[in-house]
């Protein structure tokens, strides 16, 4: 399982995979993604509020005012994301093994222990 897929449909995550497969000969990971969207999340934050102001840097931060390719993303109260979660499965495809997604197990996950949170 996983909050992302290089199969999810949407303009963002399509852009982003032939771009990093264009660039690096090879399908981007999970951890590049997540990579690529902390940096937009962090430039849309910086076009929205002074770094130097922390207080308003991290409302612009928790805004998450950008084009995640996961698709729809916020965060919860806790700071974690509330987001899709699906079942992939391990396929071949062009000679190189990659996922698939097979079901949305979650819509709008949020973490177990938000509620929890002293945040």
Same mark, same amino acid.
């Given at each position: ?15 982003? +995979? ?9 399908? #981007? ?8 969207? $902390?940096?937009?999340? *962090? ?25 995640? +390719? ?5 965060? /919860?109260?806790?700071?974690? #994301?509330?987001?899709? *979660?699906? &079942?992939?499965? +391990? *396929?071949?495809?062009?000679? +190189?093994? $990659? /996922?698939? *997604? &097979? ?17």
């Amino acid at each position: 399982s996983s909050h992302w897929s290089k199969d999810l449909d949407n303009a963002e995550n399509k852009q982003y +995979v032939e771009a990093f497969k264009a660039e690096y000969g090879r399908l #981007p990971s999970l951890y590049a993604t997540q990579g690529y969207d $902390t940096a937009n999340l *962090i430039l849309a934050a910086m076009s929205k509020a002074d770094v130097k102001d922390k207080d308003a840097f991290r409302a612009a931060l928790k805004a998450a005012d950008f084009k995640s +390719v996961r698709g729809k993303f916020t965060f /919860n109260t806790n700071n974690h #994301p509330i987001q899709d *979660i699906y &079942v992939r499965e +391990v *396929i071949k495809e062009d000679g +190189v093994l $990659t /996922n698939k *997604i &097979v079901e949305t197990t979650f819509t709008d996950h949020k973490d177990a222990y938000a509620a929890e949170c002293k945040m």
